[in-house]
């Protein structure tokens, strides 16, 4: 029998990394709590609350590892604390009782000094808010007695990329001509990450155990800014370059004041208002794995857009 895998999740990054499972001749079962995800004959699709304990055990029976790609069900530090330890604290027992590895998607918010270039052995001690949530879930994860990796992404593009500032935001906004609104800066450099790419180094990780019990960082092109990422977009879609205009920060966080969502998204003004930049060359070295060149990961993104019409 192929091996089997777990995924947890069915959003950009548990999609894609079951899909890439499937292909690589793998048995992977999906847990959602509506039994969504991919269709594909090696693919099971269960309906499976993961922050309830009491079926994991079933789930991940005979499991090699975890894919744990559930994130909060609101946007908030609030919701984050509320929902995330305590399903993290689940699937890592679970797992550890299945002899299962567990790896995780994660991103750049734990980095305390991200005004400098962020690499595998920077500084993660960022408190306070979101940052500090994703802070505690790394201690949390390198506490455990189960086997984990954790696999750091900047900002999501991609196909099933829906809400994020390279996805519904921006991607259908330049295929249709429209000027495009982002938040901070236009013109400041950006690390964002192609989700395939993701996919591909937690599965790398998860197949490899000498890359266990670290963090990584999932191969990252270049920076770039807003306007380029929206330019290399238009480019795909064969249309013209949109006009770009810019929320600065002092507006946004007035907003804030009116607006539970807006003073949410004000928090993480840093990341856009100064570059913001990962660097992924250890990691890429390491797990055998290369970026999307732009391009191609652009025009993979506009394809999957225009087929949703």
């Known amino acids: 029998m192929p091996e089997l895998y777990v995924v947890t999740g069915a959003g950009p990054v548990g999609w894609t990394v079951a ?11 999906v847990l959602t709590r509506s039994g969504s995800g991919p269709e594909h004959a090696l693919i099971d699709r269960l309906p499976v ?43 890592l027992a679970a797992a550890g009782e299945a ?56 900002d999501f593009f991609g196909p099933r990329v829906l809400t994020a500032h390279a996805g519904e935001r921006m991607v259908p906004a330049v295929l249709a001509g429209k000027r495009i609104l982002v938040i901070g800066s236009a013109d400041q450099p950006h690390s964002f990450t192609y989700v395939p790419d993701l996919a591909a180094a937690m599965i790398r990780t998860a197949q490899t155990p000498s890359q266990w019990n670290r963090v990584w960082h999932a191969p990252t092109g270049p920076a770039v800014t807003q306007r380029q990422l929206a330019a290399a977009f238009a480019e795909a879609g064969g249309v013209p370059a949109p006009a770009m205009g810019a929320v600065p920060g ?57 087929a949703q019409g």
Request: overall charge neutral; hydrophobic content about 45%; glycine content about 8%.
């Open 49 to 91: 609350d993961v922050s309830n304990p009491a079926p994991l055990g079933k789930a991940f029976a005979g499991a090699s590892a975890v894919f744990h790609c559930i994130h909060g069900s609101a946007y908030t530090a609030e919701a984050w604390l509320r929902e995330l330890p305590a399903a993290e604290e689940a699937v």
């Open 250 to 306: 002092w507006a946004l966080r007035a907003m804030g004041f009116f607006s539970a969502g807006t003073r949410e998204l004000a928090e993480m003004l840093y990341q856009f208002e100064r570059p913001f930049v990962m660097d992924s060359r250890a990691s890429e070295a390491a797990l055998g794995l290369h970026p999307t060149p732009l391009p191609h990961a652009a025009a993979a993104t506009v394809a999957w857009w225009q």
């Open 99 to 154: 002899g299962a590895v567990v790896v995780f998607p994660e991103s750049l918010y734990s980095y305390s000094r991200p005004d400098a270039v962020m690499a595998e052995d920077s500084p993660r001690e960022a408190q306070g808010g979101k940052r500090g949530v994703r802070t505690a879930l790394l201690k949390a994860r390198a506490a455990s007695p189960t086997n984990t990796v954790s696999v750091v992404a900047g």
């Open 19 to 29: 899909e890439q499972l499937a292909g690589q001749g793998k048995r992977v079962r």
